[in-house]
Every structure is written in C-alpha cells, then in structure tokens.
C-alpha cells in the first residue's frame, strides 16, 4: 500500500461490514477507501454537495470515457457532464459499475431473516437499505438513489452475455483513491455484492482516510485519459469561478 504522509491525514475510520458511511470530501483532498480483509465490496453514491440534484451519472461516466469499469486514472462524471471525482490510485484493474446492490428480497430469499432484535448488529442489511438510511440523512429519500459503483468488485461476461462474479479480486490491504475535483457527497455501504455466489452473508470492514492532496495539474493522468476528460475537468473548475 501506497503510504500517505502523516501530517496529511485529516480523519481516519472503519466502516463496518455491512453498515454505512457518508462524507463530504471538500475540493483537493483525496478519499481512500481500503479492503481491510480481503473480499470486501464498497457501494458508494456521489453527489454534488452544493446541489444534491446533480449525481453520478454511470452512462455518462461510462460513455464519455469509452470504459465498462473503473480503474487508475478514472474519473467519476455527475449527470452535468462535470467530473465529481478521479481516481489517481487503485491497487484493483476493475471496480464494477453495472451490478447495483443488494435488496431486501435478495438477502430474504437467499439467506433467511436475521433481525436486529435476534442478531442486534449482526443482523441482515440490504445494500439498497444501508444507502438510503444514509441519504436521509442528508434529506433525500430513495427517490434520489442513483447508480452505484462497487469498489473492489470485479465480473466476469462470457459469449452469451452472462455476468459472474470474480471471486479474490480484492486481497486484503486493496486500496482506492479518489480525488475530489468537487466538493462531494459520498454515500457508502461496506455490504454485499449482490452477484457474490456466497452460501452466506458476506460483508466485510473497509477503511477510511480522508487526506489532504495537490488538484490536477495540466498534464494530470486522470485529466488526459482522454480528450472528453479534458472537458470534464475544465466543466469542472469553471463551476466555481
């Protein structure tokens, strides 16, 4: 793992697996996420925190960028063609952006009920619950849920179109840092991938680290992943002029 200087750390946490976290991560500071103990799965969503009507749009992020996932130099787009976050590091080639979360009904049908009054923290929650817990929060409701990004799940597609998942994508210590190249809501669940052929409930701790980091330069990797990136970065940086 990439070491991050002491003296830029301004927080520091470990979301549970299966709960949820939310951060506004101001202009130039990065975020790393981190798998803690390997197969772990990260659903995050992304707003613009000045407007919460502007959100991560996946078809546009996977369009723009000519791109079925996410990895190193990456830039995560809001639906206002502006680039809310890049990706200056990951130790994983492929973060799932198609598979969505898990719902009530899934855990239900795969895995049983295990409430909170029978198991207290140890109980059953579904991605989509988790998230929007976390969006009350902020006055939103599960009419502003969006597409999410699965960091540290990857899948496979074979001839005939059919997605599986890559199990021991992620070994533990797998890391991810985003750059915010806007002030931005990050929602995130540490659950479960709801393509994880697991027999069992999986949901596994991710770290949190939230550092202070230098904006993208002209030439910055992210920024010149290709030509429509260019445009989103300058989008960007001329909503706060």
């Known amino acids: 793992m990439k070491p991050i200087p002491e003296e830029k750390i301004l927080y520091e946490t470990v979301v549970s697996g299966g709960w949820n976290f939310s951060r506004i991560v101001r202009r130039g500071r990065t975020l790393r996420i981190t798998d803690l103990e390997g197969g ?5 969503l992304f707003y613009n925190a ?3 009507a502007e959100r991560y749009n996946m078809g546009d992020t996977m369009k723009i960028q000519h791109i079925s996932s996410l990895f190193k130099n990456a830039c995560i787009y809001s639906d206002m063609g502006r680039v809310l976050m890049s990706i200056t590091d990951s130790t994983s080639d492929w973060h799932d952006v198609i598979c969505g979360v898990t719902y009530r009904e ?4 795969r895995f049983g009920t295990k409430t909170y009054q029978d198991a207290h923290n140890g109980f059953y929650r579904s991605g989509f619950d988790s998230l929007t817990v976390e969006l009350a929060k902020y006055g ?10 699965n960091f540290f799940a990857k899948t496979d597609i074979d001839a005939d179109g059919n997605m599986t998942f890559v199990a021991d994508a ?3 210590g797998s890391y991810v840092d985003l750059r915010a190249e806007m002030d ?8 479960m991938h709801p393509l994880n052929p697991s027999s069992e409930y999986v949901a596994k701790p991710v770290g949190i680290t939230l550092y202070e980091s230098e904006p993208a330069a002209a030439d910055d990797p992210c920024r010149m992943l290709c030509p429509e990136n260019q445009r989103g970065f300058e989008n960007s940086e001329t909503y706060y002029l």
């Open 40 to 44: 772990g799965n990260a659903s995050a």
């Open 140 to 149: 939103m409701t599960k009419r502003d849920f969006t597409n999410v990004v």
């Open 106 to 109: 899934d855990l239900l049908q």
């Open 170 to 172: 992620s070994p533990a």
């Open 184 to 191: 931005t809501l990050v929602i995130l669940d540490a659950g």
């Open 50 to 52: 000045d407007n919460y």
